[in-house]
């Protein structure tokens, strides 16, 4: 009995000493969220057009490998855009509601000066939100630091769009990195991930992906 009280008092003692500050458990990014079946037919790879899809992009083992060069051709003849190799997940564009990517990512050391996820939207520019990774560090396009030392590890990745407010959440890991409110209006919105060549990039770019799902809710 006397030994049950002395456990019991250290218990007290310790929350009273604790810190205010301690981390406390944080709700996940997918809660209340439901995935979405996903099959093969909804990862479209857009890759340099006069490449072979073996020449760029691999799914070995869960793993989606997918990189780029610089000075490759545009994915359609003709394309003003700049060189990328990128999953499309196509099925579920959407215009309202709250959306979700998940997916574990890799970036190798070297890689730099690419976008590795973004939401695409079909009216007032190309794009919603995108994270592009410069020298180690992931960031919403040139500006806001979403993480740093992102070489060489795997990232839980979540980026939560609100079509409806226009609220883009990002979560590194389970911790947010990331909450911005886009000025940009309705559009038809789609998620996107791989390699996109931006400014300043490295001359081969790579990423890689598992066990991507979307959620709605």
Known sequence: MAASRLVLLFAVVALQL??????????????GFT??????????????YNMPLDQRYSFVNGVRRLWVFDDDEPFQAGNPTLPRTEIRFT???????????????????????????QIHRDTN??????????????????????ATNVY???MRINVIHNADTGEVRVFIDGVQGLQVVSDKGPATF???CGV??????????????????????
């Open 18 to 31: 604790a810190p205010a500050h301690m981390p406390t458990c944080a709700a996940d990014p997918t809660d």
């Open 190 to 192: 789609y998620f996107k």
């Open 196 to 217: 996109y060549t931006q400014n300043d990039s490295s001359h081969c770019m790579e990423s890689r992906w598992r066990d991507i799902k979307l959620y709605m809710k």
């Open 125 to 146: 520019g190309a794009t919603e939100m995108m994270l592009r990774v410069y020298n180690g560090e992931l960031r919403n396009y040139r500006t806001a630091v979403v």
């Open 152 to 154: 060489d590890r795997w």
């Open 91 to 117: 099925g579920y564009d959407y215009s309202s509601g709250v959306w979700q990517f998940e997916g574990y990512g890799y970036v190798p050391e070297g890689t730099t000066g690419t976008s590795i996820v």
């Open 35 to 48: 995935s979405v079946p996903l099959t093969e037919a909804n990862f479209v790879i857009q890759k340099p």
